[in-house]
C-alpha cells in the first residue's frame, strides 16, 4: 500500500511540475497547444480519431483533443467503464503516461473533462471513423466469418440487430442503436442511432448502404424481415438469410405448412449438429427446401428453411424443443443445409460477442452518463475498444486481454495507436 501511495504521490509530482522536464507555462496551449504533443506519432484507431473535428472553443483549451479521445480508449481498454474510472485511471498511471509519450502536461483530465468531451463530440463523424478503423481490421481478419460456398466461392456472413442502450434509457433518455456486426470475429462495422420517432425498421436501410455487400450474406431476425430490406440487399449485390415470425403471418404459415407434410423430404436437405455444454445438451437440425421458389411472393426468395432445437438440461432432465423457420436468397447451388446452418449460429455473435459483451464487460447498461452524445459516443468506443482487443489472438476472452493490458501500460497506449518518436 505504501509503494502504491509513493507511486501515486509521483505521478502527481510529475504533473504538478515539481519536476523540471515536465513543468509547464500557464499559456504553453494558448501559444502553441500542440507543440509538445507533435512529438507523438499517431497510428492504429488513434490516426482515425485525430479526424473527430474539435468542438471545443479555443479559449481554456487544456489537453489536444485527440488527446482525450486516446484516454477514454486507453481506459475502456483497461477496464475502466465510466467517466470518474477512466480519469482516475489516467491519473494513477500520470507518471508512466508522460514518461512513455515524453510530453509535458499540468495534470491529467478530470472525470468532467471526460464527460464534457463525450458530451460534445461529434458522434456521426465519431462512429465513421471508427467505422472507417474496423473495416480495416475487418479486411486484415478476411477469413471471419467466412463459409466456402459449394461453387467455391466464398460467403461471408454479417449479422444486423439492434440494442437498447439501458444506462441511458434508465434516466428518460432513450437511446437505441443498430449495427452490423461480422460473423464469428465480432467486429462491429457500422452503428447507427434509431429515431425516436421510428424503429429499427426505419435505421436498418440506411445503415446497410455503407456496407458492401458483394459476397455477403447478411442475417436479420424477425423484425428486419421485410419486403423492402430484402430488395435492397439484392440490390446490393448481396444475400439475405431472416427468420421468420408472426409478424409476417402468411409467409410463416406457407412456410411452416411445407415442412409439416411428409411430401417436404423429396426435395429437402437435412443437416444434425451436436453441441454440449453449460449443463445441457443440445442437438440442432435444419432442414432446407426449393419447393416454394415458384409459389412465394417474397423478393429473391430461393429456399425455405426450418431449424429445430432440441435441448436437454443434464442435471434436471429436462426437454425442450423450439421449431423457427426462414427464408433465404441463396440458392441451393451456393449453399445448402449445412451452410445455413452455419450462417444461423453464427448470427448470434452480435449478442454473445458484442452486445453481451458491452453490457456485462463494459458495464454499458449500468453506466450513468446520458447527457448530449456520450451515450451513443461510448458505444462506439466501446465497440472499438473490444474489436481492438480481439485482434490479440492469444487471448479468447475479453477480460482475459482486459487484465493483461491492466498490467501493461506502454501495450494499451500502442494499442490504442500512441506511439513515441
Request: with cysteine.
Amino acid at each position: 500500500m505504501e509503494e502504491g501511495k509513493h507511486r501515486q504521490a509521483a505521478g502527481k509530482s510529475a504533473l504538478t511540475g515539481s519536476g523540471p522536464s515536465r513543468s509547464i507555462t500557464p499559456g504553453y496551449y494558448h501559444q502553441g497547444r500542440d507543440a509538445a504533443m507533435d512529438r507523438v506519432y499517431c497510428t492504429g484507431l488513434l490516426a482515425f480519431l485525430r479526424e473527430v473535428p474539435d468542438p471545443r472553443k479555443l479559449r481554456g483549451q487544456r489537453y489536444p483533443w485527440w488527446f482525450l479521445l486516446a484516454i477514454i480508449c486507453g481506459g475502456l481498454v483497461d477496464g475502466y467503464t465510466s467517466g470518474r474510472a477512466i480519469a482516475q485511471w489516467a491519473a494513477e498511471n500520470a507518471e508512466q503516461i508522460v514518461s512513455y509519450l515524453q510530453i509535458s502536461l499540468p495534470r491529467m483530465p478530470s472525470a468532467s473533462t471526460i464527460r464534457r468531451a463525450l458530451h460534445m463530440v461529434d458522434v456521426e463523424v465519431l462512429e465513421q471513423q471508427i467505422a472507417a478503423c474496423m473495416a480495416r481490421l475487418d479486411a486484415a481478419s478476411s477469413q471471419a466469418g467466412t463459409v466456402e460456398g459449394r461453387d467455391g466461392e466464398p460467403i461471408r456472413g454479417l449479422a444486423v440487430d439492434g440494442k437498447a442502450v439501458r444506462g441511458a434509457n434508465a434516466h428518460g433518455v432513450k437511446v437505441h442503436l443498430v449495427s452490423c456486426v461480422r460473423h464469428e470475429s465480432g467486429i462491429t462495422l457500422a452503428q447507427s442511432k434509431v429515431d425516436e420517432k421510428t424503429n429499427e425498421i426505419g435505421a436498418v436501410p440506411e445503415l446497410l448502404a455503407t456496407q458492401d455487400l458483394h459476397g455477403v450474406l447478411v442475417t436479420l431476425d424477425a423484425l428486419l424481415t421485410q419486403r423492402a430490406l430484402a430488395e435492397q440487399i439484392l440490390a446490393q449485390g448481396g444475400d439475405y438469410l431472416m427468420l421468420v415470425k408472426g409478424n409476417q403471418p402468411t409467409l410463416q404459415e406457407d412456410i411452416a405448412t411445407l415442412f409439416q407434410e411428409a411430401s417436404a423430404q423429396v426435395d429437402g436437405e437435412t443437416y444434425r449438429s451436436q453441441d454440449k455444454g453449460h449443463g445441457r445438451q443440445e442437438e440442432h437440425t435444419l432442414t432446407c427446401s426449393t419447393a416454394l421458389q415458384s409459389y412465394l411472393q417474397w423478393p429473391g426468395a430461393r429456399q425455405v428453411l426450418e431449424r429445430r432445437r432440441d435441448c436437454l438440461q443434464t442435471k434436471c432432465q429436462t426437454h425442450s424443443q423450439e421449431t423457427t423457420y426462414g427464408v433465404t436468397s441463396l440458392g441451393p447451388e451456393r449453399g445448402g443445409a449445412k451452410e445455413l446452418e452455419t450462417f444461423a449460429r453464427w448470427h448470434w455473435t452480435i449478442e454473445d460477442r458484442s452486445h453481451y459483451v458491452r453490457d456485462e464487460t463494459m458495464k454499458e447498461d449500468r453506466c450513468q452518463m446520458h447527457t448530449g452524445h456520450a451515450p451513443q459516443a461510448l458505444a462506439a468506443l466501446r465497440n472499438a475498444a473490444i474489436a481492438l482487443l480481439r485482434t490479440q489472438d492469444q487471448y479468447e476472452y475479453i477480460p482475459d486481454a482486459q487484465r493483461h493490458y491492466q498490467a501493461h501500460l506502454q501495450e494499451t497506449l500502442q494499442l490504442v495507436g500512441l506511439q513515441r518518436l
